[in-house]
């Protein structure tokens, strides 16, 4: 048994103190080391950097501890039991890591528990203790963890191993907290921060999601789950767990749920509990294959990303859809802004999203201004992907088979050895009895355009391009509009702003004279025609700079989904999952 004590040592200075004991180390010097990173956020974070200081001790004899490098440490040799005592600064108010203050604790047993080399697989048990002043009175600890005792102030859990210890984030807060069962699986959301919502409809709705999933799956890999929800002023995330979620939200999208119809804000937080729920089959289970022994000292690659977030980004929104939380009409216009967002950015042409999958680490997770002009994201591009995977499969098998049945397929077969690259391709295959060699390698191990007009067409939706009016990226930048004057941040590839010289971080000053803002900057461009020169007073590194650009408008971007009266049968089978 590795044991655990973990205490907020110092609220305003966010530090935790965290104690570690273990019985029979290593006679020649125990070695312990901390996660360089947290599976399905990937980037090596190097969390051991918020360690402050560290010693060790067996029985009452300290003991010399000493760093090995960035993640390991090993004391001198010792017979006896180890403890270690630590400090682990927190104030990162995110999913991945820890963060402590008079709001609240919370932490991802990644960043926080050294663990010990040589008993990764001992069963772990943690005490968690709570501040002691009467300010906290009112918090409570929500985890997925397994609770052993509770008492006031401090409660202890376990954990069959050190994963499934660093797998189940906690919190530890005034919490808002309600309950609801689907399919004899317990379920719950336990939510921080200030807000105001319909507890109701927001359980109900929930509900909803969570019955297709599993009914989706036909099985639950879970007795219970947990939400973990925190609510501030506009954040926005979540992280995926085998059996709960880390999420963040704005105020304004959870309160969503107070409102008449489903608001798009509303809608966007319920495809975030949508998502991180779907990923309990779909990458916490059924995983690549190179996921089932990670090593946590360094990167992990794959080429699959594009089909765990992908495909998980292409169901969370279309089960709302199915689980008849949106309307057609409202689930289009969603699915539509991803189509846009992939349009307008001209990275799909420079990578593949194998490429994309396999460069997570460098660059999905470090962009930079470039970004949009030298990446695909495998999770927008991949949703499309899928979509036009799945219209293919219902077309070859004239609509006896989608998307739906090969995840399924997968499901049942692929729990224990996992996803090779090419497993997705056989699986649909099979399922389809046709070759799809020619449409894996165009439109995921190439750059080819996916096909998505001749999709919506087979499902008797209109899909067409505009130029929306007053954009910016019409001319092929973007800005900073809360400075004062707009700082450009991206220029577009291949578009009159790079053609003619703009650069990320030029102050904007002047349009042919006439001062502008961040506000009035696009209607400004957008009351001149294609061929005009238009003058641009810029300071570039503080010093003025006159541009001349030739205005020439970006390629139409702006997506729009319409459904018609054609292939009235097929649409209702893409939008019920019935075949």
Known sequence: ?????????????????????????????????????????????????????????????????????????????????????????????????????????????????????????????????????????????????????????????????????????????????????????????????????????????????CQHHIDFFGDVPFDNYLFLTLVTNKEYGGLEHKKSSSLICGRSEIAGAKNVGVSREYSRFLALCSHEYFH??????????????????????????????????????????????????????????????????????????????????????????????????????????????????RSRTKNTQSLDAALRQVWQNYQHSGLENDTMQKVVEYITQSDFSDFFDKYLYGTDDLPLQKSFDYIGIKCEFIRKKDQLSNFGFAIDKTQKPPVVTHIFANSCAQNFGLYVKDKIIKINGAKIDGKNLAKELSAYNEGDIVKVEIRRDELPVELKIKIKFSPKSHCILTPTQKNISRQKQWFTGEL
């Open 1 to 209: 048994m590795i044991s655990y004590q973990i205490s907020p040592k110092n609220i305003n200075a966010h530090i935790f103190e965290v104690q570690l004991k273990i019985e029979n180390p290593n006679p020649l010097g125990q070695v312990f080391s901390l996660p360089n990173w947290i599976p399905g956020s990937y980037l090596v974070r190097d969390f051991s950097k918020h360690i402050i200081s560290i010693k060790a001790h067996s029985g009452k004899q300290n003991i010399a501890i000493k760093k090995l490098d960035k993640n390991h440490w090993i004391t001198q040799p010792c017979e006896k039991n180890i403890t270690l005592i630590y400090e682990v600064y927190a104030f990162d108010l995110s999913v991945r890591c820890a963060y402590l203050s008079n709001q609240r604790a919370f932490f991802n047993g990644s960043s926080v528990f050294l663990y010990a080399i040589g008993f990764e697989d001992e069963p772990c048990e943690v005490g968690i203790n709570y501040p002691t002043d009467l300010e906290f009175a009112k918090w409570s600890c929500a985890t997925a963890l397994t609770l052993k005792s509770k008492r006031r102030g401090a409660e202890v859990y376990s954990a069959k191993n050190y994963q499934d210890l660093i797998d189940s984030p906690v919190e530890i807060a005034e919490l808002s907290c309600f309950k609801f069962e689907v399919n004899s699986a317990a379920h719950s959301m336990a939510i921080s921060g200030k807000h105001d919502t319909d507890i109701k409809r927001l359980k109900a709705d929930l509900k909803r999601i």
């Open 280 to 393: 309990a089959w779909w990458v916490k289970t059924i995983k690549p294959a190179s996921f089932h022994q990670l090593n946590m000292n360094h990167e992990n690659y794959t080429e699959q990303l594009w089909i765990f977030e992908g495909f998980t980004s292409y169901y969370d929104e279309l089960a709302l859809l199915r689980a008849g939380i949106l309307s057609a009409e409202q689930y289009l216009t969603l699915f539509a802004q991803t189509i846009s967002k992939v349009q307008n950015e001209s990275g799909r042409f420079k990578q593949s999203l194998a490429e994309s999958s396999f460069d997570a680490w460098t660059k999905f997770y470090q962009q930079d201004e470039n970004a949009q002009n030298a990446i695909v994201s495998y999770y927008t591009k991949g949703s499309l992907l899928a979509f036009v995977l799945d219209i293919e499969i």
